[in-house]
């Protein structure tokens, strides 16, 4: 069905009002995005971590310490914040500051916040210290992977629905996509929706075992890909309905127009030949969006760089696109997989995207996948961009999608 | 707008709940302060070579759910919602000290695989082959109400006709007991013991002769004592209820400090029967679905085990049941049930 005037009068539209991330190519959407317009990437050797893959790895690390993110959340000296809630706090805090939010409580106001490491950073450095040092035990109650979103709805001063989602690394895609239904549904005026992940020696040493991290910089969409680099980020948008932003005289960044969740029922962690659950996210939410494939200007695709991955969905894009798949890309060679993150990440970029009417480059690129002979976008392209396409995929076959319009 | 009906319940838990026909004749007293479920021959369920995999968690979900499917009389559901609060506790154990114990070196990945949070509901995708809304809860106290609530706006707007919903926690082997041990140096901490269990529960747009509606649910991250109270009013009169209409009012009492939440909350409804569960149980992230089980199981038959009696007399039919749980003075739930 086309995307008709009556469509849109018959449900209120999600509008996206305010943005923050922190990631490993800047502390700001501002320099997050002077990176994406310079092609410049923010992997490197891991520096905040003590592991003994440090020469085999590169990462996409935040480049605050905790000790700075502290000291700029003012938060006191016997705080019990993981990194992932520092990062998590420090983007959301953003997101409310870009929205003009002056009065959280004017509207009724949600947080749904994604992890998959939680407080996991603390954890594997005190495990075996819990029982005997009082100083750190304060980490026992911030292991769970609710303690962030808690963190972040305290200092936010959020009392009503919050909630957390972990669906490996299409989590904060999917608490998009559930503040975009309480929003439509009438059930919240305004919702803060993200991700946040930090960077820990569980995950580093988890992707190793699976043999797909890189030891050089990722080439996603490449023939020679030779797996992903890890990394480390937050990001949260502003969903509000648009009656209110427009009550309220706000500037609409972008809005929400489709989401999809499907599952690949095929393997706990790779993805199917055909690309099953990936072609199912991207073709549900073209329907949720009443959109067709041509109407989509630009896909800012999953592609972590794996082998598996980008095959299978470069074969998905092609089941649904045909032979004419619109520019693509994949942003991970910029800031490396972020895991939960990764969709909130991503969903900042679209909305930059529709913005600056630029498509972002697929750097480190060179090859194309022989079976599926798909060329990403290499350099910063300009062109009319009326909707984005963005999708996240996890282990355990999570797959889900987002369509992002212009304002 | 649609209703939303439980077509099936089901449990694993401490308690013999899973594989009895009877609800709560026998109760089994527990002396420890960590208790396991009562786990059933697993193979019923799922198949050797999965099953070696599985962590207590994942075989508790799987199994659970596999069942509510057949008593609902469901192949295949339209979504798949789950909550957990700590996840895949043991796995993520598991790997954690092979990181430690060789030092980052001859790591192997399964546990690794197995400890993501969404394994039980991407376990149970793979095992019915289904491709459909699949989503994890992981917010403490809520993990379990927020995937109820998901899979409640699923129903009543009609994204789906059917939904799986479930809430499972594992103990696991460690991380437990420095959780137990800060929780033995607080004042007032918990009087119930930790335990463990999945509760899995098919959800439907169609209605059926008796059949249980959840009429409402609603979560509230953080609320003072007189602010909740405003919040429960409000609820009751948003949905047309008076606190006289409610014939079962079940508390997630667990014996700690923040019980005076349910003291409060109680004082609305002088006159009704007080359930409560915890000491059953256990205290877990999602011992709430054990809740949602038993009022389901009070609804059907018609009967409350004295054990589940806090205060009151159950003297005539019941129709109308609100639970409220929180966790140590947050997260907070409503769940209102209505016997049609």
């Known amino acids: 069905m086309p995307n008709t005037e009556l469509n849109k009068i018959k449900t209120p539209r999600v509008a996206i009002t305010g943005m923050g991330i922190i990631s490993a190519i800047g502390n700001s959407v501002e320099s997050n995005k002077k990176a994406l317009f310079a092609s410049e990437n923010g992997i490197g050797n891991i520096t905040l971590i003590n592991t003994i893959h440090l020469d085999a790895i590169k990462v996409g690390e935040v480049k605050l310490s905790n000790e700075a993110l502290i000291s700029a959340l003012q938060l006191s000296e016997n705080n019990n914040f993981s990194r992932t809630a520092l990062l998590g706090l420090f983007a959301a805090k953003a997101a409310v500051k870009n929205s003009g939010i002056k009065d959280i409580s004017a509207y009724k106001t949600g947080l749904i916040s994604a992890t998959t490491v939680g407080g996991m950073d603390k954890t594997e450095l005190y495990l075996k210290q819990f029982e005997s040092n009082p100083k750190i035990q304060k980490y026992i109650a911030s292991h769970h992977a609710g303690d962030s979103t808690q963190k972040i709805a305290d200092a936010l001063g959020i009392i009503d629905f919050v909630t957390t989602i972990s669906t490996a690394c299409s989590s904060a895609t999917n608490a998009i996509m559930l503040g975009a239904r309480f929003i439509k549904s009438g059930k919240l005026d305004r919702v803060i929706v993200g991700g946040t992940d930090a960077l820990s020696k569980f995950t580093i040493n988890g992707f190793k075992t699976l043999m797909i991290q890189s030891e050089e910089l990722c080439k996603p969409f490449d023939a020679n890909r030779n797996g992903l680099n890890l990394g480390e980020a937050a990001a949260y948008l502003v969903l509000e309905s648009e009656q209110i932003a427009i009550k309220e005289n706000k500037p609409i960044l972008a809005y929400v127009s489709g989401y999809a969740n499907a599952n690949d029922a095929f393997h706990q962690t790779a993805s199917s030949h055909n690309g099953e659950g990936a072609f199912l996210a991207m073709d549900k939410a073209l329907q949720n969006a009443s959109l067709l494939p041509r109407d989509i200007n630009y896909i800012n695709a999953h592609g972590t760089a794996t082998p598996n991955n980008d095959l299978s969905e470069s074969v998905a894009i092609k089941r649904i696109f045909e032979d004419k798949v619109p520019d693509f890309s994949s942003t991970k060679a910029f800031t490396g997989h972020t895991l939960a993150a990764a969709g909130a990440v991503e969903a900042v970029f679209s909305v930059l995207a529709l913005q600056e009417q630029v498509v972002f480059p697929n750097i480190n690129f060179e090859t194309e996948i022989p079976e599926t002979g798909l060329k990403p976008v290499t350099e910063l392209k300009r062109n009319q961009i009326q909707n984005v396409l963005s999708n996240s995929f996890g282990f355990g076959g999570n797959c889900s999608t987002l369509i992002l319009s212009k304002a | ?340």
């Open chain 2, 1 to 340: 707008m649609k209703n939303c009906y439980i077509h099936s319940a089901v449990s694993i838990s401490t308690q013999n709940t899973f594989e009895t026909k009877g609800f709560l004749t026998e109760i089994v007293e527990h002396s420890t302060k960590k208790i396991e479920a009562i786990h059933p021959n697993y193979k019923n369920f799922i198949s050797p070579s999965s099953l070696r995999r599985m962590a207590t968690g994942v075989k508790m979900g799987v199994a659970a759910s596999s069942k509510a499917l057949e008593i609902a009389n469901l192949p295949q559901p339209e979504a798949i919602i789950t909550g957990t609060g700590m996840g895949c506790i043991e796995d993520t154990e598991k790997f954690l000290n092979s990181i430690i114990a060789n030092k980052e070196k001859f790591l192997t990945p399964t546990s690794f695989i197995q400890s993501t949070h969404n394994t039980v509901a991407a376990q149970i995708a793979l095992g019915l082959k289904c491709k459909v809304y699949n989503n994890t809860y992981v917010h403490g106290g809520l993990s379990f109400e927020s995937a109820l609530l998901d899979a409640h706006m699923h129903i009543i707007q009609d994204e789906a006709k059917n939904v799986l919903v479930g809430g499972v926690d594992e103990l696991g082997n460690e991380f437990i007991d420095h959780v137990m041990m800060m929780e033995n140096n607080t004042e007032n901490g918990l009087k119930v013991p930790f335990g463990e269990g999945a509760s899995f529960f098919v959800l439907s747009s169609d209605k059926f002769e008796n059949c249980i509606k959840i009429k409402a649910i609603e979560t509230i991250s953080s609320a003072s004592k007189e602010g909740l109270i405003l919040r429960l009013k409000l609820f009751l009169s948003q949905n047309n209820i008076g606190p006289k209409t409610i014939d079962a009012f079940v508390t997630g009492q667990n014996g700690d400090g923040f019980d005076t939440y349910y003291d409060k909350a109680s004082t609305l409804f002088p006159e009704t029967l007080n359930l409560h569960y915890k000491h059953l149980s256990g205290e877990f992230y999602t011992a709430s679905s054990f809740g949602l089980f038993i009022a389901t199981q009070v609804l059907k038959h018609q009967t409350v085990p004295k054990s589940l009696i806090n205060q009151g007399e159950f003297t005539k039919p019941i129709k109308t049941v609100l639970l409220y749980n929180q966790f140590k003075g947050r997260d907070h739930s409503f769940i209102l049930l209505e016997r049609q």
